[in-house]
């Protein structure tokens, strides 16, 4: 069972579990979790601070070498490299010296494509996802959610199939972030990528994804996956359909669970 | 719902009461500022300078100030003329100005190479940090004697100098650029399938680039000092030297005309270079 999940999922987390040694005793910030992701599925992973949540994903990204377990992507054991998953994060993090155009072929110049048809290859794409116009201008010209449409755009053009969100949306006012989740659904869809989203709000993790991991803390953990099972394309009416509903309400019940130190305690 | 009667009745705030802060003693506006006219400041510039020049020449005519030892106006004038026409002038210029360039562009270039190179290992970065903060609060012009000894009476001592003293500035300022990079910026170029010598061209090099610029006009001036410095120890050419050799001879109107030119030579220097930094960082945010 195991490993018929092992190669029909495109990322698979293996046991993995991280524990940092703090001058106040070793701490556990992972417990070993086991998550297989299927090709092409968006999931989310929600939970309160301290949860895990950013430390799984800096394994993913294989920034941190997790203290046990393995990262396996298309049946190839990935774990502590580099450059095997395209990451984005609450900030934009575009070069202010570079402009739009050049920001998003970034990821295809590092693989070694030279600038010139690294750009005729993106030009199209900006062009088509709303970026029409803005090729030339520079980052700090543009409005915020703009500049996270640019990352979005060079994560997904980097190369490789699978891509982490870390809070991408974060920064943002209820009506831009509604918009970015559209968009996001949008280029998902055509560039069927697999995708983990990090997110702290409820209804953007069900909205988005296959499947919500709700996360707990102490040590952090999934303490339950949930599937989503709304059907493709979303809609936005379907946030008010009772199986997502039902779903929120099952997502807050356990997130609640974590702000009760007598819940924890039982 | 009790728990919130009782805070409720146990601390009454009143917030309308005048002892919540107390109220303005005076009516207050802000203060107008009115900016004089161009041409009304240029005005008053030129005017200090010709009054000031025209009291020192009075001064020294009418025996107020000992001319001797402080020249006038119009000695001053005559030995301008006389330093161009005597010949000694171009070459001397040429000299400061050659070294104290030479200077510059040499420090400038090593001391920048020398602190992007800190990035690239941070043991290496640590081990030369002290020796660094050594050198940097070391009084360089003392070495100079030394300096001179090493490399010769020739242009090369000055120059010597002169990257002495521009090149840890930017090491420095360079090294702060290094540190100031952000993490999560190089991880993600790593995450983007970056090699390391892609991050240090296409992320290092950009980023520190504003802090090499920042320091050009800087180094300008440490460039000249050095020169100068060189000069006055030991050399046969150079505004330094006439000054020097001025002063020894009691040529006062001389010293002055020295400076007067090393003071214009500074300028230019300082404009072009700041045209130079204005060219660099149009250069970046294109």
Excluded at chain 1, 163 to 186: C, G, R, S, V, Y
Excluded at chain 2, 111 to 140: D, E, T
Excluded at chain 2, 143 to 159: E, R, T
Excluded at chain 2, 193 to 204: E, H, I, N
Aim: hydrophobic content about 50%; proline content about 5%; overall charge neutral.
């Amino acid at each position: 069972m195991v490993a018929a999940m092992e190669t029909a999922a495109k990322l698979h987390l293996d046991q993995v579990s991280m524990t940092f040694n703090t001058p106040a005793g070793p701490l556990v910030a992972l417990a070993p979790t086991t998550l297989a992701v299927v090709p092409g599925r968006l999931i989310s992973l929600i939970g309160p601070r301290g949860c895990g949540k950013s430390t799984i994903f800096n394994i993913l990204a294989g920034v941190l070498r997790p203290t046990a377990g393995r990262v396996v992507i298309d049946g190839v054991d990935s774990t502590g490299i580099t450059g095997r998953v395209g990451y984005m994060l609450k900030r934009d993090l575009l070069l202010p010296w570079r402009s739009v155009l050049d920001n998003v072929v970034l990821g295809m110049e590092a693989r070694g494509l030279s600038l010139r048809e690294a750009r005729h290859r993106a030009l199209p794409l900006l062009r088509r996802y709303g970026l029409a116009g803005f090729e030339n201008l520079h980052p700090n010209a543009l409005s915020g959610d703009m500049r996270q449409r640019v990352a979005l755009l060079r994560t997904l053009l980097c190369g490789t199939d699978v891509i982490l969100l870390d809070e991408p949306f974060a920064a943002f006012d209820a009506e831009t972030k509604l918009a970015m989740q559209d968009w996001l659904l949008d280029l998902w869809a055509d560039f069927g990528k697999t995708a983990l989203f990090v997110t702290r709000d409820v209804d953007e993790a069900i909205y988005l994804s296959d499947e919500v991991c709700v996360m707990a803390t102490g040590p952090g953990r999934i303490a339950e996956t949930i599937a989503v099972p709304i059907a493709r394309p979303r809609q936005r009416h379907d946030v008010l359909a009772p199986e997502f509903i039902a779903i929120k309400e099952r997502c807050l019940e356990l997130l609640a669970v974590d702000h009760n130190p007598v819940g924890e305690a039982a | 719902m009790t728990a919130q009667d009782t805070s409720h009745a146990g601390a009454p705030l009143d917030l309308a009461s005048p002892a919540a802060a107390p109220p303005a003693k005076e009516i207050r506006r802000l203060p107008v500022r009115k900016d004089w006219p161009l041409g009304f400041i240029i005005a008053i510039q030129v005017g200090i300078l010709v009054v000031a020049v025209a009291l020192w020449q009075a001064g020294a005519d009418h025996g107020w100030i000992d001319g001797f030892f402080w020249s006038k106006p119009s000695d001053v004038y005559a030995t301008l003329i006389k330093f161009f026409a005597g010949g000694d002038a171009w070459t001397d210029i040429e000299y400061t100005f050659g070294s104290t360039i030479l200077g510059f562009f040499l420090g400038t270039a090593a001391g920048s190479l020398f602190g992007l190179s800190f990035w690239w290992s941070r043991n290496y970065a640590a081990v030369a940090q002290p020796y660094m903060i050594c050198f940097h609060s070391l009084p360089k012009l003392a070495l100079a004697p030394l300096v001179i000894l090493i490399f010769g009476l020739g242009l090369a001592s000055k120059v010597a100098i002169a990257t002495a003293l521009t090149i840890i500035v930017s090491a420095l300022t360079t090294y702060a650029g290094v540190k100031a990079l952000d993490a999560d910026q190089e991880r993600l170029f790593y995450s983007l399938g970056a090699s390391r010598m892609q991050v240090f061209r296409k992320l290092v090099v950009p980023y520190c680039l504003p802090w090499i610029i920042s320091v050009l006009r800087v180094n300008i001036g440490l460039a000249l000092t050095g020169a100068i410095v060189g000069e006055f120890i030991a050399s046969q050419h150079g505004l330094g030297r006439a000054i020097l050799y001025a002063g020894n001879t009691y040529d006062i109107a001389l010293v002055w005309v020295a400076a007067l030119v090393l003071s214009t030579l500074a300028v230019l220097m300082y404009a072009a270079v700041s045209w130079l930094e204005h060219i660099l960082r149009k250069g970046i945010k294109q």
